[in-house]
């Protein structure tokens, strides 16, 4: 069973739970509550999405990428995440969640204000600005590849994201790029190589303990 809702106007709803597939698109905002797949969660609007906690591959889990992505031209605001695969936040706006633990990779890029509960990630965590990121497909649900902006990623350290503050961190390799400060309510724990940078003239980096199996830098 998959579940594809998209809208022209506002899409709102209460929950949403599907056996494969939940995908969500609005060319205007997206505002819902849990949202739990057995494969993966999609999400897409040209304005805000606003959801509470979300769960891709996790509960009676199925074949296939058991990843969240959320893109939109606006804002993202979730309560929890958890993911088997991916976790793809990406926002011109700002991204605002709770706890986030994936199974593989997590990146949350928004050239606007990122905070984020305490993130568990097995392998690669990538915080940072919009220039890290381009998608294929469209945001428009009836432009062509629309209602499936899939996330790509780019490797470059400017710009940041406008601040990054978190609770703790623990991943592979981590990569935190800010343009203003970083704060990191807790400890950092990579098992690979952490590279951290705020980027502005009187930016800061506040964090408690930092341990890391590679490189810091």
Same mark, same amino acid.
């Given at each position: 069973?998959?579940?594809?809702?998209?809208?022209?106007?506002?899409?709102?709803?209460?929950?949403?739970?599907?056996?494969?597939?939940?995908?969500?698109?609005? +060319?205007?905002?997206?505002?819902?509550?849990?949202? &739990? #797949?057995?494969?993966?969660?999609?999400?897409?609007?040209?304005?805000?999405?606003?959801?509470?906690?979300?769960?891709?591959?996790?509960?009676?889990?199925?074949?296939?990428?058991?990843?969240?992505?959320?893109?939109?031209?606006?804002?993202?605001?979730?309560?929890?995440?958890?993911?088997?695969? +991916?976790?793809? @936040?990406?926002?011109?706006?700002?991204?605002?969640?709770?706890?986030? &633990?994936?199974? +593989?990779?997590?990146?949350? !890029?928004?050239?606007?204000?990122?905070? @984020?509960?305490? %993130?568990?990630? +097995?392998?690669?965590?990538?915080?940072?600005?919009?220039?890290?990121?381009?998608?294929?497909?469209?945001?428009?649900?009836?432009?062509?590849?629309?209602?499936?902006?899939?996330?790509?990623?780019?490797?470059?350290?400017?710009?940041?994201?406008?601040? !990054?503050?978190?609770?703790?961190?623990?991943?592979?390799?981590?990569?935190?790029?800010? #343009?203003?400060?970083?704060?990191?309510?807790?400890?950092?724990?990579?098992?690979?190589? %952490?590279?951290?940078?705020?980027?502005?003239?009187?930016?800061?980096?506040?964090?408690?303990?930092?341990?890391?199996?590679?490189?810091?830098?």
């Amino acid at each position: 069973q998959q579940m594809s809702v998209g809208s022209e106007g506002a899409l709102t709803f209460l929950t949403a739970v599907a056996d494969q597939t939940v995908r969500l698109g609005s +060319d205007a905002t997206v505002t819902g509550g849990n949202v &739990t #797949a057995g494969n993966s969660i999609i999400a897409t609007a040209v304005g805000n999405i606003a959801l509470g906690n979300l769960s891709a591959g996790l509960v009676a889990p199925t074949s296939g990428l058991r990843e969240v992505a959320v893109v939109t031209g606006g804002t993202i605001s979730t309560g929890t995440i958890a993911a088997d695969g +991916d976790i793809q @936040l990406a926002a011109t706006g700002g991204i605002t969640t709770g706890n986030v &633990t994936a199974g +593989d990779r997590m990146f949350a !890029v928004s050239p606007g204000a990122i905070a @984020l509960g305490s %993130v568990a990630i +097995d392998n690669y965590l990538l915080i940072g600005g919009t220039q890290m990121f381009a998608f294929t497909g469209s945001l428009d649900i009836d432009a062509p590849g629309g209602f499936d902006a899939r996330p790509t990623f780019l490797d470059t350290t400017s710009p940041g994201a406008a601040s !990054v503050t978190t609770g703790a961190l623990s991943s592979g390799d981590l990569r935190i790029i800010s #343009a203003g400060n970083v704060t990191v309510g807790g400890n950092v724990a990579s098992g690979g190589n %952490v590279n951290i940078n705020a980027l502005g003239a009187s930016a800061t980096v506040d964090l408690d303990n930092l341990t890391a199996t590679g490189n810091v830098a």
